[in-house]
């Protein structure tokens, strides 16, 4: 059975732990991918809707929106992988992949917002 599933890298490793634990898991994963659409339309809102912010610093901050909205998915995938491995391995869960660049990434698109609201 674990032959067939993917990623190989995961579950041909260990033993398969308890079911709660992996959906949890996914729930987790989930919702990283709800953030990515949440920031990719964030950022094609501060365009599309012309938000009234001085177009440079819009622009600026609706690509990083973008690109944030474009790196959640890679931190949701190899957070998912990580926590089933050491699920699977009985090791400690480790810690977040990208959530800090994720967060810097937060804090400098908003100032970037609040400067073209300013400006």
Known sequence: MAAE?????????????DAR????????????????????AAGVALQ?????AQAGLRLSAAGLFVVLGLIA???AWISWMRTERAMRENR???APALTGVLAVGLL????????????
């Open 5 to 17: 599933r993917f990623p190989h890298s995961v579950y041909r490793r260990g033993e398969e732990p």
């Open 21 to 40: 634990f992996s959906l949890a898991n996914e729930r987790t994963f989930l919702a990283w991918i709800r953030t990515s659409l949440a920031l990719i």
């Open 48 to 52: 599309a809707l012309q938000f009234p």
């Open 73 to 75: 998915p890679l931190h």
């Open 92 to 94: 400690p869960l480790p």
């Open 108 to 119: 400098v698109a908003g100032l970037l917002v609040a400067a073209g609201m300013l400006w």
